[in-house]
């Protein structure tokens, strides 16, 4: 009886810290929009102007049959070098999705050329987003949306916690 008690309670902190850090993260749209992973779009900029933080994610969006997403080092992102890179982000559909995991500086371009056009960005990463305080502006909603927690879902999990523990 015990040991189902112990595993319940495990099983539920494990399901509260998940649900925690989505309510952290944040989506970006890398470049503001949708589909914003193209050549000639000021990305350096764009980058500039937000705040990435850990267990925040990134969304490519573009031509699947022009781009892709490449995550390379910093000598490669300077020289829009493709080859040894680090990590192939693409997966075909032209909507990919990355979870920044660590405190860094990531460097993604698209290669066969794209990148002396442009499409290139740096995304540094910082430990924790700080708390807003009242009556702060939001962020810009036009580049990235924030993924929370609402009252009803934490009356859900408290709700599941009780019918664990005491079922």
């Not at 850090?21 to 000021?42: C, D, I, Q, T």
Request: hydrophobic share 40%; aromatic share 12%.
């Amino acid at each position: 009886m015990e040991t189902v008690i112990f595993r319940r309670i495990v099983l539920m902190v494990m399901m509260t810290s998940m649900m925690v850090k989505m309510a952290k993260s944040e989506l970006h749209y890398v470049g503001g929009n949708k589909f914003s992973w193209v050549p000639n779009v000021n990305l350096t900029q764009w980058s500039m102007h937000q705040h990435f933080y850990v267990h925040d994610w990134l969304y490519f969006g573009y031509d699947r049959h022009m781009h892709n997403v490449l995550e390379v080092n910093k000598t490669s992102y300077e020289n829009c070098i493709d080859k040894d890179f680090i990590k192939n982000i693409t997966r075909g559909g032209g909507k990919d999705v990355i979870e920044l995991k660590e405190v860094k500086t990531y460097y993604f371009l698209s290669s066969g050329g794209f990148c002396w056009n442009g499409l290139k960005v740096a995304i540094n990463v910082e430990n924790v987003a700080p708390s807003p305080s009242p009556g702060s502006p939001g962020h810009n909603k036009s580049s990235s949306c924030t993924i929370g927690i609402n009252q009803n879902l934490v009356i859900l999990l408290i709700l599941m916690w009780g019918i664990i523990i005491f079922k």
